[in-house]
Nanobody
Framework: VQLQASGGGLVQAGGSLRLSCVVS????????IGWFRQAPGKEREGVSC????????YYADSVKGRFTISSDNAKNTVYLQMNSLKPEDTAVYYC????????????????????WGQGTLVTVSS
């Protein structure tokens, strides 16, 4: 299981970015994919997750209505479209594949059942 995240960068408040997570070594049918983030001095938190198995998605309350998660099976890629970015969205964003068939794990994390990619830094200036 391998995941490669990209798409981070510096953007002004109100702007947009799209993160990509290219996955390999497993099927979307067997794993759910999530985006987590960790800001300086804070714990890592679940941002959004998607499961092709049951068609569910999860969004943290802080990003609902601004972020959209999607997947492209043909490209083995999961995207996180981030609009109306705020300075508090500044963090290192990680994608993770979890051996679950739904997205309920997104709130608390995958525990021992997750495979993490490297992070991509998102910086939102005010």
């Amino acid at each position: 299981v391998q995941l490669q995240a990209s798409g981070g960068g510096l953007v002004q408040a109100g702007g947009s970015l799209r993160l990509s997570c290219v996955v390999s070594g497993f099927s979307f049918d067997d794993y759910a994919i999530g985006w987590f983030r960790q800001a300086p001095g804070k714990e890592r938190e679940g941002v959004s997750c998607i499961s092709e198995n049951d068609g569910s998605t999860y969004y943290a309350d802080s990003v609902k209505g601004r972020f959209t998660i999607s997947s492209d099976n043909a490209k083995n890629t999961v995207y996180l479209q981030m609009n109306s970015l705020k300075p508090e969205d500044t963090a290192v964003y990680y994608c993770v594949a979890a051996g679950f068939l739904s997205t309920r794990w997104c709130l608390t994390g995958p525990g021992d059942f997750g495979s993490w990619g490297q992070g991509t830094l998102v910086t939102v200036s005010s």
